[in-house]
């Protein structure tokens, strides 16, 4: 107490001065600073987020409209053989059903060229599918093929120069005649989620690819999740802590951000180098991107591991439960939240990571959608790939759904997880 | 507090429960122990005192073998339970912390249903053998642990949803749950209102009848109203173990009548 005497006491301050005043109202306006520099960066953020998804919806909204034509056909002897219907000739049979539909039509070829390739075999189908339709009329609703469908939406300019415009005059002037008859349609086009994929646009659909990217999810999932979640409990609860343990906690956390094409480089050379798995496979792909998502699930289960409290450890150790009971009966648990959470973002990485299908083949053509995890297919960023690079116009409009499809499911993943995280979020 | 009644407080048994023998105890390279030999006797409530640092929490945790999940701490020494070496290679420390319970600073409940809290460890150590066994110790537990009444019609419910002095109890009745022989409670009501506090330190003088008791206390006033015997540790050394009254009225070292007149700590 004698030290407080020897030393001179606190000058008073005056609260009011200038120099006060001043140096509050520096330290309010550094605050508001702060405070409009992070208002501005989400505001950018959110800008471009909004630049993107209307930039995509603007080119892609289309795509979920597919023009139609409502054609009468009469399945008549001169082009349908009952004996085989199969090799009938239905080419012919919709030139003539076109030739009587626009008044003035000669070329039957060319007002047949309206329709969608897949016409013919939707005529076909119906017969084969009842022969009793022979000497009937039918009613089909079929796709027209691209350059109609760009011309119905509008997207081809009626006032270009004949020379540079893919439909010609007389050819514009058919279609007129269709839509005055009100034959013409434009329902939603299911067959961008029914069909796989096809040469012609308004044929092609993203069965193929979500059947692909479901397989290869599924195997990525099974592989990674219990591996992950076996190597972080046993990293994080049972491995003695040393070198060796440091060192692989380093290689894991470097693995994580290894470029996505050297494990498609990897996956080739051993894949389907050394062990000869098929090319384009979800199965291969799913292992492949397994690859990339085990340091993402480790490390989010080790976080989710280390974030439990210790107390609740103890009180496990404390009754007496062997170290497995802990991490079992308590730990696991209580992380699983965490775990969920991080696996789930770890699957949505995978769902949109390109490169590494890339190099397995899985951005082949393929037209079937694949029935087992075996068959070859595409999957959904590799079959955006392929889009994007076709010519046909049509393709432009259906790279853009198919991309707002593949953010469908991003969002829909990370709501799953971001509830799961909300549902199980326990407090302690 | 009334003094004079601690001096006429007698140690109800002279049956030794626990001997320890030259323990020492190194966190790496600290020696955190050094050389502590105490008995601590049946059906007493023994209590350890001393500033922060000096070791007492440490030595409870020799008690039960809890500092085997600290990767760097080493225990050296000998430490007996009924004459048995508890750190014989035999010696299965997951069994052993169910013969010698423990209570923790903070209320550590299971985020479970109180009843499965309480059952939790008959259940692991497969102690009952149908769910009628298993509701009865549960329901003797929380009896003993004065919290039965207070839970009775919401076992079902989560045992976090308790008060801190409730959570507390309930963590005594899980603990005593596997009938333990030795109750280790390292401050247990540090982070309790004093009327929560008061109803342990009168539960731990009930389980006294039942269990040898020991007890990490910062505050003297509560070692000095629920030992018997009383150990003051100081920098790693016990200092100085006698029975309570004569711990606090007429201390033998220095160091522990400094602490108990507050001049260190």
């Known amino acids: 107490?004698?030290?407080?005497?020897?030393?001179?006491?606190?000058?008073?301050?005056?609260?009011?001065?200038?120099?006060?005043?001043?140096?509050?109202?520096k330290r309010k306006a550094a605050e508001n600073r702060l405070r409009y520099i992070g208002l501005g960066a989400i505001g950018i953020a959110f800008a471009m987020l909004a630049l993107l998804i209307s930039s995509l919806v603007s080119t892609g909204w289309q795509a979920f409209r597919q023009t139609h034509v409502t054609i009468q056909v009469t399945y008549t002897p001169e082009f349908i053989n009952p004996d085989n219907l199969q090799r009938s000739n239905y080419r012919g049979l919709l030139e003539a059903t076109m030739l009587d539909l626009i008044p003035g039509a000669t070329n039957g070829r060319s007002v047949a060229a309206i329709l969608s390739n897949g016409a013919q075999f939707t005529a076909?189908?119906?017969?084969?599918?009842?022969?009793?339709?022979?000497?009937?009329?039918?009613?089909?609703?079929?796709?027209?093929?691209?350059?109609?469908?760009?011309?119905?939406?509008?997207?081809?300019?009626?006032?270009?120069?004949?020379a540079n415009r893919r439909l010609k005059n007389d050819e514009i002037a058919a279609f007129d005649a269709l839509l005055s008859q009100g034959v013409v349609s434009k329902p939603f086009n299911w067959a961008l989620l029914g069909n796989a994929d096809s040469r012609f646009p308004e044929q092609a659909g993203l069965k193929g690819a979500l059947w692909g990217s479901f397989y290869a999810l599924l195997t990525c999932f099974l592989l990674a999740f219990p591996i992950g979640i076996?190597?972080?409990?046993?990293?994080?609860?049972?491995?003695?802590?040393?070198?060796?343990?440091d060192f692989i906690e380093v290689n894991i956390n470097n693995l994580a951000a290894v470029p996505s094409v050297v494990f498609g480089l990897l996956a080739l050379a051993v894949f389907l180098g050394w062990f000869g798995m098929g090319r384009s496979i979800p199965f291969v792909g799913g292992m492949t991107l397994a690859l990339m998502t085990l340091p993402t699930i480790i490390i989010a289960t080790r976080a989710a591991l280390k974030a439990v409290p210790p107390s609740i450890r103890e009180a496990a150790l404390g009754v007496g439960a062997s170290k497995q009971q802990v991490v079992f009966h308590h730990v696991l648990p209580l992380a699983m939240p965490g775990i969920l959470t991080g696996t789930i973002i770890g699957l949505a990485q995978a769902l949109g990571e390109t490169a590494p299908l890339l190099l397995i083949g899985m951005n082949a053509f393929v037209t079937a959608a694949p029935a087992t995890p075996f068959d070859p297919s595409t999957a959904l960023p590799t079959q955006i790939f392929i889009w994007a690079d076709s010519p046909e116009r049509g393709f432009v409009s259906r790279t853009s759904a198919a991309i707002l499809v593949l953010l469908g499911f991003l969002v829909m993943m990370n709501a799953v997880a971001i509830y799961l995280r909300n549902r199980f979020e326990r407090r302690w | 507090m009334n003094d004079m009644r601690i001096v006429e407080r007698t140690v109800d048994s002279h049956q030794t429960k626990i001997t320890a023998r030259g323990v020492q105890v190194y966190y790496g390279e600290?020696?955190?122990?050094?050389?502590?030999?105490?008995?601590?006797?049946?059906?007493?409530?023994?209590?350890?005192?001393?500033?922060?640092?000096?070791?007492?929490s440490t030595f409870l945790r020799c008690l039960n073998r809890m500092n085997d999940t600290v990767a760097i701490a080493r225990v050296q020494g000998d430490i007996r339970l009924d004459g048995d070496d508890i750190y014989d290679k035999r010696v299965d420390p997951v069994q052993l912390r169910a013969k010698v319970g423990m209570v923790f600073q903070k209320?550590?409940?299971?985020?479970?249903?109180?009843?499965?809290?309480?059952?939790?460890?008959?259940?692991?150590?497969?102690?009952?053998?149908?769910?009628?066994?298993?509701?009865?110790?549960?329901?003797?537990?929380l009896r003993k642990a004065a919290l039965w009444n207070e839970v009775k019609d919401r076992l079902a419910e989560s045992g976090t949803g308790l008060s801190g002095g409730q959570q507390q109890r309930?963590?005594?009745?899980?603990?005593?749950?596997?009938?333990?022989?030795?109750?280790?409670?390292?401050?247990?009501?540090?982070?309790?209102?004093?009327?929560?506090?008061?109803?342990?330190?009168?539960?731990?003088?009930?389980?006294?009848?039942?269990?040898?008791?020991?007890?990490?206390t910062h505050s003297m006033q509560q070692a000095a109203r629920v030992s018997q015997r009383t150990a003051f540790f100081h920098l790693g050394n016990l200092v100085e173990y006698g029975e309570t009254g004569q711990i606090?009225?007429?201390p033998k070292d220095p160091r522990t009548e400094s602490y108990i007149t507050g001049r260190i700590g």
């Open chain 2, 170 to 216: 309930l963590c005594i009745a899980r603990a005593i749950a596997t009938s333990p022989e030795v109750l280790l409670m390292d401050e247990p009501c540090s982070a309790l209102d004093p009327i929560a506090t008061a109803q342990v330190e009168e539960l731990i003088d009930e389980l006294r009848s039942q269990f040898s008791v020991v007890i990490v």
């Open chain 2, 248 to 250: 606090f009225t007429n």
């Open chain 2, 30 to 56: 600290k020696h955190a122990l050094k050389d502590v030999d105490v008995d601590i006797l049946d059906k007493t409530v023994t209590a350890f005192i001393g500033p922060s640092g000096c070791g007492k």
């Open chain 1, 124 to 162: 076909r189908d119906r017969i084969i599918a009842d022969p009793a339709l022979m000497g009937q009329t039918v009613t089909l609703r079929v796709p027209t093929s691209d350059p109609y469908d760009q011309l119905a939406k509008g997207l081809i300019d009626r006032d270009t120069p004949e």
């Open chain 2, 107 to 141: 209320p550590n409940p299971f985020p479970k249903s109180i009843y499965d809290n309480v059952a939790y460890g008959p259940r692991i150590h497969g102690l009952t053998a149908n769910k009628a066994e298993l509701d009865a110790i549960v329901e003797t537990s």
């Open chain 1, 1 to 25: 107490m004698t030290d407080m005497t020897s030393h001179p006491g606190p000058k008073s301050i005056d609260w009011t001065s200038d120099e006060i005043g001043a140096r509050v109202r």
């Open chain 1, 230 to 245: 076996g190597a972080a409990i046993y990293l994080e609860e049972f491995a003695p802590k040393n070198k060796m343990s």
